[in-house]
């Protein structure tokens, strides 16, 4: 598990006025709230909120099942003489 913070660009829609913004965050697993603003430079309402991260992670397993025939499960042929 890489646990190195990254920062990267990050989609944000203010709860309050709707606007849609694209902040430049440091994403760490270990934080998973940060406070941030609404941009009023860019129409939005100036208002403060609480982002939270949030990771989904996808595990997938690939088995194989193996039946073997022993002489015991094995059908019994009738033999003529």
Same mark, same amino acid.
């Given at each position: 598990m890489n646990i190195n913070p990254k920062r990267g660009p990050v989609d944000i829609t203010c709860p309050y006025c709707?606007?849609?913004? *694209?902040?430049?965050?440091?994403? @760490?697993?270990?934080?998973e709230r940060k406070l941030t603003y609404c941009d009023e430079e860019e129409?939005?309402?100036?208002?403060?909120f609480?982002?939270?991260? *949030?990771?989904?992670?996808?595990i997938k397993a690939t088995y194989q099942?193996?039946?073997q025939e022993?002489?015991?499960?094995?059908?019994? @042929?009738e033999r003529e003489d």
């Amino acid at each position: 598990m890489n646990i190195n913070p990254k920062r990267g660009p990050v989609d944000i829609t203010c709860p309050y006025c709707l606007l849609s913004m *694209r902040h430049n965050l440091l994403m @760490s697993p270990y934080t998973e709230r940060k406070l941030t603003y609404c941009d009023e430079e860019e129409g939005g309402c100036g208002k403060a909120f609480v982002i939270e991260f *949030r990771s989904e992670v996808s595990i997938k397993a690939t088995y194989q099942l193996v039946l073997q025939e022993t002489s015991s499960n094995a059908p019994h @042929s009738e033999r003529e003489d």
